[in-house]
């Protein structure tokens, strides 16, 4: 089976490409140095070449409550103009299955816990988040549209908060556990005694290591095909403050934790509904501990050449 991952030197895109090629499937990689996803007939020029039997859209302008809020306008614009040319692309080139990965950020802020797929668009969205959110679920729509209309056996993914090794680590741009493994991390090795914190640490979280999205992702390719998209979790959630804790304990971090009140907490709670997931055949398999654990492996042994 040929395949294309777009977005193959990030988070999940490489856990993916990694997983196909273990599988001994004819797999390759698309990103930016490859072609600039943004540019529609490149674009279409590199699909139409390939000719790939499925293509994975792991491609994305990603990032924290900090980078969301900071930059609506790029991760709405570039979201959507990657995705868009990446389908139409596929459209263009008859490609069999295509796979559309969003974000549990899609649900309506206050939405009812754990979150079913039903849930979408039944309320408003986190405001700090909300232009990247639109970009996902136009996503969504464009892939039932697609499948509406021409019949395509094309799915939409919607996977929980991810990590892993190759994640964003920046304090800056980066997701909640990248960003504090990075902060408890370089606590420790200069000796810094406070380490200080966004909000109030009670916010809940659900974490999902990029591993799984991988094996859920190729699972779902061979065992379904629906208009309605899937959720992908753990299927467990809990306090930033406690994720906190497991960081700065794994880290050897005995300093002070400071919560900056002042700074916004985001959704108060995000776990989703894996059920339709389950019932196909698929779970999880990395614990929230194991995964910190050989994320942060990886994060101090390659610090020097990740962005901090």
């Known amino acids: 089976m040929s395949i294309v991952v777009a977005g193959h030197t990030g988070l999940v895109g490489s ?5 196909l090629k273990s599988k001994g499937e004819d797999v390759l990689g698309l990103n930016s140095q490859v072609v ?11 699909i139409m070449d390939v000719k790939p039997q499925v293509v994975i859209d792991a491609a994305a302008l990603v990032g924290g409550i900090k980078a969301n809020n900071a930059f609506p306008v790029e991760f709405l614009s570039n979201n959507l103009q ?5 389908m139409d692309a596929s459209h263009a080139a008859k ?7 969003g974000s549990s950020c899609i649900y309506p802020r206050d939405c009812p816990q754990p979150i079913k797929e039903e849930y979408l ?3 408003p969205l986190e405001k700090t988040n909300s232009a990247y959110a639109i970009a ?4 969504i729509e464009l892939v039932k549209s697609y499948r509406k209309q021409f019949q395509h056996r094309w799915i939409s993914l919607m996977p929980t908060n991810m990590y892993g090794p190759r994640d964003n680590f920046s304090v800056e741009s980066g997701h909640v556990l990248p960003s504090l493994i990075n902060k408890f991390v370089t606590a420790v090795e200069s000796g810094t005694r406070k380490v200080s914190l966004w909000g109030t640490g009670s916010p809940r979280r659900e974490f999902l290591h990029s591993r799984d999205l991988a094996e859920a992702t190729v699972f779902l390719i061979d065992n379904y095909d629906g208009d309605l998209h899937v959720n992908v979790g753990s299927g467990e959630d809990l306090r930033i403050s406690e994720l906190a804790s497991l960081i700065a304990k794994e880290a050897d971090f005995d300093g002070e934790v400071e919560w900056d009140t002042s700074k916004p907490d985001g959704t108060p709670r995000k776990l989703l509904d894996i059920s339709r997931i389950r019932e196909l055949g698929w ?3 990395v614990t929230l501990q194991e995964g910190i654990k050989e994320t942060m492996r990886w994060f101090k042994e390659n610090k020097s050449k990740v962005r901090s």
Do not use: H, S
């Open 36 to 46: 600039d996803l943004l540019d529609l007939p490149k674009t279409t020029e590199f």
């Open 283 to 285: 779970e999880p398999k």
């Open 15 to 19: 856990a993916i490409y990694d997983l």
């Open 136 to 139: 996902k679920i136009a996503g």
């Open 82 to 86: 990657i995705q868009l040319n990446l």
């Open 95 to 101: 490609v069999e299955r295509f796979v559309f990965l």
């Open 121 to 123: 668009m039944t309320g």
